[in-house]
């Protein structure tokens, strides 16, 4: 599945975790939640994967909106405030640099 947001900002993906959160998405919110939870405990100690998080966390805000899904808009919200929050207060130096360079 093609995360065209990132084509269109010139970021190549080095996760799946676009595809990983569209295959969640026609699960419903549980599916949602549980794959952020895997994917948040497997891979919060990586700075570049973090910040992919955040970022497809952030897109799916946006895509889920524009679709008029409520739901679904305020559970990524909801997630994503919590992984931003958790990059910004333990990303030091150059990782919290490329975490900022790159979700700008």
């Known amino acids: 599945m093609a995360w065209a ?40 100690g990586d700075y ?7 970022m497809v966390l952030n897109h799916k805000i946006w895509q889920h909106y524009r679709a008029n899904n409520t739901i679904y808009s ?10 931003d929050s958790y990059a910004m207060d333990n990303l030091k130096d150059d990782e919290l ?3 900022l360079r790159v979700t700008d």
């Open 5 to 44: 947001v990132a084509e269109a900002i010139g970021y190549t993906p080095i996760t799946t975790f676009w595809d990983d959160f569209t295959i969640a998405d026609h699960f419903g919110t549980d599916a949602i939640q549980d794959t952020y939870n895997r994917a948040f405990k497997a891979w919060k």
């Open 48 to 54: 570049k994967y973090l910040t992919e998080l955040v």
């Open 74 to 83: 305020e559970l990524y919200n909801k997630l994503w405030k919590k992984a």
């Open 97 to 99: 640099r490329y975490f």
